[in-house]
Nanobody
């Protein structure tokens, strides 16, 4: 089992930047893919960005392409989400997630962190 602990987030003005972190522990050797999702009030959880732990090109939702960057630290077994040019539509609770094995669903989730963008 993989445990995920998130940090970062908070309140930022429109146009500003924030960085989210997600540290993994437990059976981290099983991690295949890690991702960020978000859920705005009254909306369903949506995909933001993901990367395969072994490498390759990250994937992004169209709404964040060019503004958000997902990255990882292999030594720390952590994944990050750098968010630039934030706007009010980015306000949401952000979750990191991990899948174990190709084609597996995201079974491990972080506790969530609030990101609020003020206009």
């Amino acid at each position: 089992q993989v445990q995920l602990v998130q940090s970062g987030g908070g309140l930022v003005q429109a146009g500003g930047s924030l960085r989210l972190s997600c540290a993994a522990s437990g059976r981290t050797f099983t991690i295949y893919r890690m991702a960020w999702f978000r859920q705005a009030p009254g909306k369903e959880r949506e995909f933001v960005a993901a990367l395969t732990w072994s490498g390759g090109t990250p994937s992004y939702a169209d709404s964040v392409k060019g503004r958000f960057t997902i990255s990882r630290d292999n030594a720390k077994v952590a994944v990050y989400l750098q968010m630039n040019s934030l706007n009010s539509e980015d306000t949401a609770v952000y979750y990191c997630a991990a899948s174990e094995g190709m084609g597996s669903s995201y079974r491990s989730w972080g506790q969530g962190t609030q990101v609020t963008v003020s206009s």
